[in-house]
């Protein structure tokens, strides 16, 4: 890591779910979140400004958590029947990730600031793993 500073700070609203989800929504929300972390970092830009060997033992326990959470995987479209679907802000959460690394040319400044956010994410996935026992 390195200090990094951009003319604008991004700022990626706090979208993704905390509360108020049963076990089932809360691994479904779960399992989206460790998708779209998965997509973001195998991406070929990741490998220019990460390290080769942390970055693929973290892909491997992403794909392993993956895996273990598709097996148990409830059906989405009977989960969220309502105005308020959790796995939406989710996707436009990641979607302005990517804008972002996109916006800056996956600079190594905009890949730390993803650092940042992957992190919230995995203490996000914390948060729901207590709420799927």
Known sequence: THACQLQ??????????HTNLN????AAAALRILHHLFHTLST??????????????????LQHYIHRLQQC?????????GPRNPLTPINKYFRDIHLFLHAHN???CAWEH???EARAAFQHLHNLTRTMR
């Open 8 to 17: 604008h700070q991004p700022f990626f609203p706090d979208t993704l779910p």
């Open 23 to 26: 076990p089932q929504q809360a």
């Open 44 to 61: 070929n830009s990741t490998s220019q400004h990460w390290h080769t060997q942390p970055r693929h033992r973290l892909l491997n326990q």
């Open 73 to 81: 995987r409830p059906d989405n479209a009977r989960l969220f029947k």
């Open 106 to 108: 996956h600079s190594a």
């Open 114 to 116: 993803v650092r940042l």
